[in-house]
Structure formats: C-alpha cells, structure tokens
C-alpha cells in the first residue's frame, strides 16, 4: 500500500503527496525542509515577479521588423543577465549580442543610406531646375 504524507494541505484536507523515504511527510511538508521550501519560494516568486517585469517592458512583438528584432533580442539579454553566473550564461550572452551588433550595425548603414538617398535626389533636383531642359523643341528643318 503506497504511503501518504501524514500533514494537512492549507484548506485542512489530507496531503496526498508522497513522503520522502522513510519520513511521514512530503518535501513540501517536512518541518526539516522548511528552510528549503521557503528558499524556492521565494527564488520562484523573484523569477515569476521579474518575468513580469520584462513582460511589461518589452511584450513580443513578432520578429518581422528591425524593431521587433531588437525588442527581443533584449528581452532575451535580460533573462541573460537575470542568470546566475555559469559558462551557459555567456555563451548565450555571446549567442545574444552577436545579431544584436549585426543588427545594429545594419541598420546604422539603412539610415546612411537613406540619407544619401534624400541628398541624391535634391541633388538631381537642384540641377535640373538649375539648367532645365529646352522648352522648345529643336526647329524642325524641312527638306
Ligand atoms: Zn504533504
């Protein structure tokens, strides 16, 4: 027959969960376990309080512009950061600012180029008022 945790759930029903080894009660309940339990706690509720957070900065936005490339590529360095210090952690700091310079160097570029192209065209603009071309056609000389 399969044991089950000897303490009382918040709302006073039985615990249903399974003991731990040879002790009466579930991780959850265990009085040793306290300490532990109140540890992932609150490491949960930090966790879940800053995944809110970043929800409410940068919610995602899709990945069909430069924007919204950049909102989740930053939204992706936050949960970076928020990691605890680990070889992982900065490989996928590498993985993140990697197309995050890319893209920031690329669209540094669009907007040189865009303005070379507004400078262009006034350009062009400017000497074709400056010497317009003949109003009048070229006499036509008959045979
Ligand atoms: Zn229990």
Redo the contacts with the bound molecule.
């Keep these: 027959m399969s044991r089950t ?1 000897t ?1 009382r759930t918040g709302d006073g029903r039985p ?1 249903r ?1 399974t003991p731990q080894g040879d002790r009466p ?2 991780r ?2 265990d009085p040793a376990q306290a300490e532990a339990v109140a540890a992932a706690r609150r490491l949960g509720g930090a966790h879940r309080r800053r995944r809110r957070a970043t929800d409410e900065l940068e919610p995602f936005r899709g990945l069909r512009d430069v924007a919204a490339f950049q909102a989740f590529l930053e939204l992706a360095a936050r949960d970076v950061i928020a990691m605890e210090s680990s070889p992982a952690r900065v490989r996928l700091a590498v993985a993140v600012v990697t197309p995050a310079t890319r893209l920031l160097e690329r669209s540094d570029l669009a907007a040189r180029i865009a303005r070379l192209e507004v400078q262009l065209a006034q350009l062009a603009d400017r000497s074709e008022r400056a010497a317009p071309p003949d109003a009048d056609p070229p006499e036509r000389v008959d045979p």
């Design positions: 945790c303490a615990c969960a009660f579930c959850l309940h």
